[in-house]
């Protein structure tokens, strides 16, 4: 989540929804302007600063951005994966439902005594896809390729048959 002391930025819910898929049901219903100036009006002036009271976050872990195409034999998932290394990344697929999950450490440091932006996600990430056409599973057909930051993942579409035409009777 970004975490700020400014009001220009994204607000927290924008930030959830965007990790979160746009999933209405998980994101936080939307604030009208009369709440939001009420909330600010409540909010105590002072020189102190003012500890930001987040939402746990540790339930919902931070969603992959991928990119899915596909060529005439190929379907192929990208996906940003900077400074995590091969041995955090965990990808599977089962029925056609593609999951990549992983670890992205490093984001803590034990001195910080106050955060004044933290755009950056660190922690465990999950990304469920339906893939769009049938593809092979067997490990023949599957290759990943982590290089540069980004994940690579090229299947083999399954070959179908073009549909028959049934006569009706």
Same mark, same amino acid.
């Given at each position: 989540m970004a975490r700020t002391n400014s009001d220009d930025l994204l607000m927290e819910d924008d930030l959830a929804a965007a990790f979160l898929g746009g999933d209405e049901e998980l994101a936080a219903p939307v604030e009208t302007e009369e709440e939001v100036v009420a909330v600010e009006e409540?909010?105590?002036e /002072? /020189?102190?600063?003012?500890?930001?009271?987040?939402?746990n976050t540790d339930d919902f872990p931070g969603q992959l951005a991928v990119d899915v195409y596909e060529t005439a034999d190929k379907l192929v998932v990208k996906a940003r994966t900077a400074g995590i290394s091969k041995s955090d990344l965990d990808v599977s697929i089962s029925?056609? $439902?593609?999951? $990549?999950s992983g670890v992205l450490s490093g984001g803590e440091d034990e001195q910080t005594t106050?955060?004044?932006i933290?755009?950056?996600?660190w922690g465990e990430f999950s990304r469920t896809i339906a893939l769009p056409v049938q593809v092979r599973e067997d490990e023949n057909s599957v290759k990943a390729e982590l290089k540069d930051g980004v994940l690579t993942i090229t299947f083999e579409k399954e070959k179908t048959e073009a549909p028959k035409k049934i006569a009706i009777q």
């Open positions: 409540e909010t105590p /002072s /020189s102190e600063p003012v500890e930001d009271e987040w939402e029925d056609n $439902i593609l999951t $990549i106050r955060w004044h933290q755009e950056c996600y």
